[in-house]
């Protein structure tokens, strides 16, 4: 069974450019999270989603920060522009309802 | 302003031993505590979990203990193996089934032969 799908694994941009992080949920999950892990503050919920719609995004950190949730299979993190204190790894994760979340591999982040 | 916390980064343990790994909260509203591991390029993954109407709940060789007027929580392994070599998350929420998790900075876990 395929667990749930981040792109790309790792990403290195440069100051200002735009950046796009992707995920698939496990196929039926209804919820979809997004995390930031840092060696300082751990794993931060950024956003989440039921049902594809937004639910809570108070831990977006500034309006560089959007997420979507076109359909249940699709889901993107997009900062614009990125700057280096973005750097960290960005989980995703899907449940269904208030059952187990179940992580991805991750997107580690580099902006230089 | 860090709700969860594990004050120590890491933690090293002889094989065969007891690890125990701590955790402390400051939101008195968190009712349902659990744990996830973490192995590097993977993303973490659920342990085990604790509500506050226990003090303790069990798996297997993992032991999760819960004092609430303490606000403070820790997880034992007895006996400790190899491939518990990994990085523990500690996590908060306000229920069972809540959504909304609060996570701590993680106990990186190092068992020697």
């Known amino acids: 069974d395929a667990g749930v799908i981040q792109s790309p694994r790792h990403e290195v941009t440069e100051m200002g450019q735009e950046v796009t992080l992707r995920c698939k949920p496990i196929s039926g999950h209804n919820s979809l999270f997004w995390y930031r892990q840092t060696m300082m503050r751990g794993l931060e919920l950024l956003i989440y989603f039921n049902n594809n719609v937004p639910i809570d995004d108070s831990g977006m950190p500034e309006d560089r920060f959007s997420a979507k949730m076109p359909n249940a299979s699709f889901s993107t993190l997009k900062i614009q522009p990125s700057e280096p204190r973005d750097s960290a790894v960005y989980f995703c994760?899907?449940?269904?309802?208030?059952?187990?979340?179940?992580f991805g591999p991750g997107t580690r982040l580099t902006v230089l | 302003d860090q709700q969860v916390k594990q004050n120590s980064p890491s933690l090293s343990v002889q094989e065969g031993r007891i690890s125990i790994l701590n955790c402390d909260y400051t939101n008195s509203m968190f009712d349902y505590f659990l744990w996830y591991k973490k192995y590097p390029a993977e993303g973490p993954t659920f342990l085990i979990s604790?509500?506050?109407?226990?003090d303790k709940n069990e798996d297997g060789r993992f032991t999760v203990f819960l004092n609430k007027s303490a606000k403070h929580l820790s997880l034992h392994i007895v006996p400790s193996q190899p491939g518990d070599s990994a990085v523990y998350f500690c996590?908060?929420?306000?229920?069972?089934?809540?959504?909304?998790?609060?996570f701590g900075q993680g106990t990186r876990l190092t068992i020697n032969p």
């Open positions: 994760a899907s449940s269904l309802g208030g059952d187990t979340q179940y």
């Open positions: 996590a908060a929420s306000r229920h069972q089934g809540a959504q909304k998790l609060v």
């Open positions: 604790i509500s506050s109407i226990k």
